[in-house]
């Protein structure tokens, strides 16, 4: 993870190679690999030595681990639903405990206004049924709030809470503003609070949720301050879905549609088959008359869309890799989504610009006529814009000199070559 690798010229450099490993309590550098057979416990980090006449140099080489679950679950606000105080556990001897002290859990958690003013009576109920100590901060996470300031408010307030920053997880409940602010400031607090995220709209379902990113908006340019840091879970209960307007079924849709495009005909064609069943639904299965084919639709579909991203995010977590296939769409996005604020959502601002890259690779013969109509007629039929005015020549060739500017001198455009290849 991260920077691990010696650059060639250090290894060239003739550094003397330390392992670690652990002596009675205490960590001794050893020469050389270690025989892990004749030690109690060798560390994966290791330590290089050079010594030249200017001094010593040594270089740290420490693998960092990051292990989090993402978790489908069903009526996650059930009181006899444990899943949102012990399911980030990954140890079944922890949760024998927890169920056998007589302890109270104490929970802090953030949740969007919105979602607070439509799920708060059942939280509030599923806390005092498991004799949970807490704190409900409902907060207006809007794209415009999505601030320093708003971190900072949540911080004060886990400060005077004082959690046990190694048991005690901050649980961030909403879409994927709350979700990337509350990351964020859990980041921050002590260096690093385990936190979880219980997304609430079909984009933070999919897409939000389920990676390392946190971060809010500054110098008035999208999630420019942030972190690297996963969740310790995420708690994914289809049914919060139910209540999202219908525009913000169309706004998750997108980004499924992203993973579609760059790796999955088969998503493609279930959302070209089924998009509109799934807008009607809002991906549950007991509303109506699309009974057990709307069932298998929502679950394929949101399966796929997780298991795809995923694939993508696991090697690449700190994003080190530059050729991302998930940067689709997010390209002019960032600059267009900005520039109108509040009037294209995110997943919106992908679309136009997903649109826009399919007319790029229909024109250098990536794509064919037919796919270009196909792919355009689908967004269409998801009931998402192709494009918007304010998307200028001049803001997509500031876009495109800013992403050359940060990414390695080369432009790296993620574009479809048929559907469901990139
Ligand atoms: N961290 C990442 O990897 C990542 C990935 C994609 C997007 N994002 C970020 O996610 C944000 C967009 O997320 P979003 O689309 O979820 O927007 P959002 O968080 O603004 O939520 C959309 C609206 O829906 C309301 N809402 C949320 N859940 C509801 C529910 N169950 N019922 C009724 N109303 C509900 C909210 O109050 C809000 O008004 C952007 O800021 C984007 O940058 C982050
Ligand atoms: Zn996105």
């Known amino acids: 993870m991260g920077k691990v690798q010696l650059e060639d010229n250090d290894i060239k450099e003739k550094k003397t190679e330390f392992s670690l490993v652990q002596v009675k309590g205490t960590w001794k550098r050893k020469l050389g690999k270690v025989n892990k ?29 990051f292990t989090y679950k993402v978790t489908e679950t069903q009526d996650l606000l059930d009181p006899i639903n444990d899943t949102l105080l012990l399911g980030h556990l990954s140890d079944p001897q922890q949760v024998d405990d927890f169920k056998k002290s007589n302890n109270s859990i104490k929970r ?40 320093m300031e708003m971190a900072l408010k949540i911080l004060e307030e886990v400060n005077s809470f004082s959690l046990d920053r190694r048991t005690e997880p901050i649980i961030a409940i909403g879409g994927g503003v709350c979700l990337d602010i509350v990351g964020l400031a859990a980041s921050l607090y002590r260096r690093r609070t385990p936190y979880i995220r219980v997304p609430t709209t079909l984009l933070s379902y999919i897409d939000a949720s389920v990676g390392a990113k946190t971060g809010v908006n500054f110098a008035n340019c999208k999630n420019k301050l942030g972190a690297y840091i996963p969740p310790t879970a995420v708690f994914l209960d289809l049914s919060f879905i ?49 009974g057990l084919s709307c069932l298998q639709a929502a679950s394929q579909s949101t399966r796929i869309a997780i298991t795809t991203m995923l694939e993508e995010l696991a090697p690449n977590l700190w994003e080190d890799n530059l050729n991302r296939l998930v940067d689709f ?57 192709v494009w918007h005015e304010a998307c200028t020549k001049e803001l997509i060739q500031r876009s495109l000199q800013d992403r050359l500017k940060h990414s390695g001198g080369l432009v790296r ?3 479809p070559v048929g559907l469901g290849k990139a």
Request: proline fraction near 4%; include cysteine; charged fraction near 20%.
């Open 37 to 65: 057979d004749t030690v109690d416990c060798v560390s994966a980090a290791k330590i290089y030595e050079s010594i030249t006449e200017k001094g010593a140099t040594w270089t740290v080489v420490s693998p960092i681990v």
């Open 108 to 147: 802090f958690v953030v949740i969007d206004q919105e979602v607070y003013k439509i799920y708060g009576p059942r939280l509030t109920h599923y806390l005092e049924a498991n004799n949970v100590l807490y704190k409900i901060m409902a907060l207006p996470t809007t794209e415009e709030n999505k601030s």
């Open 242 to 290: 139910q209540t999202i307007p219908r525009r913000h079924i169309a706004n998750g849709l997108a980004e499924m549609l992203k993973m579609a495009l760059m790796k999955h005909r088969g998503l493609f064609e279930l959302l070209e088959k089924h998009g509109r069943m799934l807008l009607d639904t809002k991906f549950q299965a007991d509303n109506s008359v699309y």
């Open 413 to 415: 455009m993620p574009l």
């Open 329 to 385: 769409g997010h390209l002019i996005s960032p600059a267009l989504e900005m520039k109108v604020l509040p009037s294209l959502l995110h997943g919106e601002a992908v679309n136009i610009d997903m649109s826009y890259m399919v007319y790029v690779s229909k024109e250098s013969g990536l794509l064919t006529e037919e796919e270009k109509q196909r792919i355009i007629s689908c967004m269409v039929g998801l009931e998402l814009p």
